[in-house]
T-cell receptor
Framework: NAGVMQNPRHLVRRRGQEARLRCSPMKGHSHVYWYRQLPEEGLKFMVY????????ESGMPKERFSAEFPKEGPSILRIQQVVRGDSAAYFCASSPLRTSGRGRTDTQYFGPGTRLTVL | DAKTTQPTSMDCAEGRAANLPCNHS???????VYWYRQIHSQGPQYIIHGLKNNETNEMASLIITEDRKSSTLILPHATLRDTAVYYCIVRVATGNAGNMLTFGGGTRLMVKP
């Protein structure tokens, strides 16, 4: 059972270009989360998506950033007109969102991340 | 979600048990305690979680105090590969709200030979 997959693992862009980061959740998972880790900082939540729906985008920058999770295919985090401050590691996580006898448990499992460098 | 407090760093001798504490004195009744770790710059790795009972899996044990205000993650026989930053996260377990994980500074565990 493959884990969460992200590609590319490393991405280099020049200022003003677009960056597209892809995330394929674990098999059977229909919930995807994106987090960003700036150099020497902790992970920060960006957005939570279910298939074809954005559930919570409270951590997304208001401009240039967008995310989608189509019915078919991977989730995409898109950054338009990148700036040097966008250089970071971007992690995707997925969860099954199930209910157990202990209440709902929806453990998130993370991918290896995409390291974006903006020149 | 409730805030957690962890020591910034800890050392542990290889082969010994590593006991990582976490304080979460404002935890609510419907909040779980989750532990993740991040080895170097890899993606965070899920370790274990619990509500009020102690939990054990192949990686670690989680001991939660009776009042649920603190917990301890135990790695029974630490190896060099357990060197990582360990995050204790308290998280609401119901509804769509609060689905995010809020990562604090974590504890940097250094396992030494």
């Amino acid at each position: 059972n493959a884990g969460v997959m992200q590609n590319p693992r490393h991405l280099v862009r020049r200022r003003g270009q677009e960056a597209r980061l892809r995330c394929s959740p674990m098999k059977g998972h229909s919930h995807v989360y994106w987090y960003r880790q700036l150099p020497e900082e902790g992970l920060k939540f960006m957005v939570y998506l279910q298939k074809e729906n954005i559930i919570d985008e409270s951590g997304m920058p208001k401009e240039r950033f967008s995310a989608e999770f189509p019915k078919e295919g991977p989730s995409i985090l898109r950054i338009q007109q990148v700036v040097r401050g966008d250089s970071a590691a971007y992690f995707c996580a997925s969860s099954p969102l199930r209910t157990s006898g202990r209440g709902r448990t929806d453990t998130q499992y993370f991918g290896p991340g995409t390291r974006l460098t903006v020149l | 979600d409730a805030k957690t407090t962890q020591p910034t760093s800890m050392d542990c001798a290889e082969g010994r048990a590593a006991n990582l504490p976490c304080n979460h004195s404002t935890i609510s009744g419907n909040e779980y305690v989750y532990w993740y770790r991040q080895i170097h710059s890899q993606g965070p790795q899920y370790i274990i979680h619990g509500l009020k009972n102690n939990e054990t899996n192949e990686m670690a044990s989680l001991i939660i105090t009776e009042d649920r205000k603190s917990s301890t993650l135990i790695l029974p026989h630490a190896t060099l590969r357990d060197t990582a930053v360990y995050y204790c996260i308290v998280r609401v377990a119901t509804g769509n709200a609060g689905n995010m994980l809020t990562f604090g500074g974590g504890t940097r565990l250094m396992v030494k030979p």
